[in-house]
């Protein structure tokens, strides 16, 4: 009888803890920001400015189009996106095929195959200040890429109709170096279930001779915004 009934506490027990558990948030762990799916698509408006010793700045202004276009098995099953992007200089031209890239994702990583070179864009699962080298797939040096809180000034600063969504954003830190001689900032925020919202790049470098010093006036560089203005998915 009393073994009964320890048999029965404990089936109790059990079924108690099987009752509460908690089911793993794809938010949480971060999945949910870098969401992909065939048909899937993100529309960016551009800016992007070079700056040169001889020459005024020259500012490109432009619509670009990223569209999961197929998927296909990789090396272990893991399967590949072909990421199709387009782009036009105005809203009432035809799309052009601009490139193709490639993406993957599994539980440890987000991967995008740009121009041929692998770049490591999200680790899971996400934990505040979480580090990692960017360019452990390619032959570059390393890249320290740093997952934190989408910056207040950052937030401030970009600029889109559907900004609400911001609120549910985090922000890849992948260099921010800045001095009275050059700027190195360059970052990507993404947001739940919807992937990439705002990529800036800025690699600037500033007069140093001593009449200008501490000045930031520009020599030479670049300064590239790409900030999303729709997204969802072809029928």
Known sequence: MLRSLLWISLVGWLLACESETIEPSSARLGFSY???EVGNFREYAVQ????????EPDTQRYFLREVVADSFPGQGNELIYRL????????????VLDSVWTARVNTQRAVVVENNTPFIKLVFPFTNKLVWDGNALNAKSADRYELQTTPEALLEEIESTIDTLLT????????NVSSLVS????????????????????????????????????DFGRDY???????????
Do not use: H, M
Request: proline share 3%; net charge negative.
């Open 84 to 95: 199709e992007r387009f782009s036009r200089f105005f809203p009432d031209q035809a799309w």
């Open 34 to 36: 870098f969401p992909i």
């Open 183 to 218: 700027d190195s900032i360059f970052s990507e925020t993404y947001v739940d279930n919807v992937g990439l919202f705002y990529k800036k790049s800025v690699n600037i470098a500033y007069c140093a001779e001593e009449d200008c010093l501490g000045q930031f006036i520009i």
């Open 225 to 235: 915004r790409q900030t999303l203005t729709a997204y969802g998915k072809i029928d």
């Open 168 to 175: 549910q954003s985090i922000t890849v830190v992948q260099s």
């Open 48 to 55: 992007d400015i070079s700056y040169s010793l001889l020459n």
